[in-house]
């Protein structure tokens, strides 16, 4: 091996001893280097106000840091009551109660309440005209070739069987006849809405702290349920909604609203710390889908009411309900001290509160004087042992030099000065300069370094 190979391979092993000799065996400890400048104190404080008020105001009071949080599991049913009438065509007046106009009886987290119906009664098997409101591909024809028999009409009613109607202009087919003529009522049909009222009953569970709360208290009276009515500011906790009122807090009209769908939000905002019983539901409305909808507007469907006539004929009454339907959304949260987000929302709040030095240290690294801050702030000590001999010196010769007059000429006090029962002017001849002084002391102070036993009764200043 060459020499030349050699120093190739050692220089790097060098570097590698170097930055292992480094990294084992210095030590880095901050200098605090305290410096007036108007400007830049006071942008170090307000820095510090501004994430001392985010520590308070967002992480504590805003978003609750020191507690520990659950979200409800929840169950919503209900209960209608009310009346609702309907005028005939043969001048009479038809009754409806709850069972009839809230269908299905129970949904889950919802419930519909009919506003307006298309009644096509009293249908039979057999044959008869296609409804011509269905819009359908093949409904219309002119003759019995346009009609072909035993193709289901799409989006009808039943069966062709290759007959035409021409007084319909339609073709026969075989069902429930007669067929419904749907069309969309333009104003409700029932009336009456205003005695119709509706009981919710929502029960919650927050399962990491085993708390159960409903939304009917136990303060209240039976007495209470039959007569209060929900009102977001007179009674707030009421759990019973009358139907105009809840399409009016949604910013709708009952009479205009024919169909649609009204979100009903429960929100259960819980802190625990105050107690159980401060645990209560907050009611709101609003409307989900869009009333300006020119295509599939609203909510509707159609139910079916089966019979056998006084021949023994199966026979069914077709009715197409619009109404609103109701749709509980509820949502919430718990929250409970919790000493672990407690102590880490402290410490990492507390932790930001460098970012105040940070943006000091970046706005003075601009500054023409960075050279000097980075000289101050910045001491590498290559041997521990001569630094503190001479940093005795240094300090020695700083404490004497602000002394009251420079003195010589006796023995060292407790700062290692030379000091005399008499003052000496340097004007005196005879004297020796305050160099002298100096120089005698710092000869004086060495000796007593490396002599310990002779440093009684003096105080020497280390780094």
């Known amino acids: 091996m060459g020499l030349m190979d050699f120093l190739n391979i050692r220089a790097p092993l060098k570097t590698i001893y170097d930055f292992g000799r480094s990294f084992l065996f210095e030590y880095e400890t901050p200098r605090v280097v305290r410096m007036r400048s108007q400007k830049i104190g006071l942008i170090y404080r307000t820095i510090q106000m501004v994430l001392f008020s985010y520590l308070i105001g967002f992480v504590f009071i805003y978003s609750k840091g020191y507690q520990r949080f659950d979200y409800p599991g929840s169950s919503v049913l209900t209960k209608t009551k009310g009346i609702l009438q309907r005028n005939l065509t043969d001048g009479t007046v038809q009754i409806w109660d709850s069972n009839d106009l809230v269908v299905p009886a129970q949904e889950s987290d919802a419930f519909f309440i009919a506003t307006n119906i ?3 009664d009293h249908q039979v098997q057999g044959v008869c005209p296609e409804d011509i409101q269905t819009g359908s591909i ?80 136990e303060s209240f009276s039976q007495e209470y349920l039959l007569t209060c009515r929900f009102h977001p500011t007179r009674d707030p906790l009421c759990p019973v909604f009358a139907l105009r009122d809840m399409v009016t807090h949604a910013g709708e009209s009952l009479e205009e609203m024919a169909g649609g769908i009204i979100g009903f939000a429960i929100d259960w905002d819980c802190d625990l710390d105050y107690g159980e019983d401060n645990c209560l539901p907050n009611y709101s409305f609003r409307r989900l889908d869009n009333r300006y909808d020119k295509i599939a507007k609203g909510w509707n469907f159609r139910h079916t009411f089966y019979y056998y006539d006084a021949d023994g ?78 940093s005795s010196l240094n300090s020695t010769t700083a404490v004497c030099n602000n002394l009251n007059g420079d003195v010589w000429g006796g023995r060292f006090n407790s700062h290692g000065c030379i000091t005399s029962s008499r003052r000496h002017s340097l004007d005196s001849a005879s004297e020796s300069p305050p160099s002298v002084v100096r120089k005698d002391m710092a000869v004086q102070q060495e000796n007593s370094i490396s002599n310990p036993q002779g440093a009684r009764n003096r105080e020497w200043v280390y780094l």
């Open 118 to 120: 298309l009644f096509t």
């Open 138 to 217: 093949g409904i219309r024809c002119g003759n019995d070739s346009h009609c072909a028999a035993g193709i289901a009409t799409l989006y009808g009613n039943g069966i062709k069987t290759g007959k035409c109607v021409k007084s319909t202009g339609t073709c026969e087919i075989s069902g429930w006849c007669p067929t419904e003529t749907d069309i969309a009522p333009e104003s409700p049909i029932l009336y009456g809405f205003d005695s119709v009222t509706v009981l919710v009953k929502n029960h919650i569970i927050f399962r990491k702290f085993n708390v159960k709360r409903r939304n009917i208290l």
């Open 313 to 390: 004929k199966a026979r069914r009454d077709l009715i197409k309900f619009w109404g609103i339907r109701f749709v509980f959304l509820v949502s919430g949260r718990a929250g409970k001290f919790y000493s672990v987000n407690f102590i880490l929302h402290v410490g990492s709040s507390i932790g930001l509160f460098s970012c105040a030095s940070v943006i000091c240290e970046f706005l003075l690294a601009l500054t023409r004087r960075s050279d000097l801050l980075r000289s101050t702030k910045f001491v590498y000590l290559e041997k521990i042992k001569e630094n503190r001999r001479m």
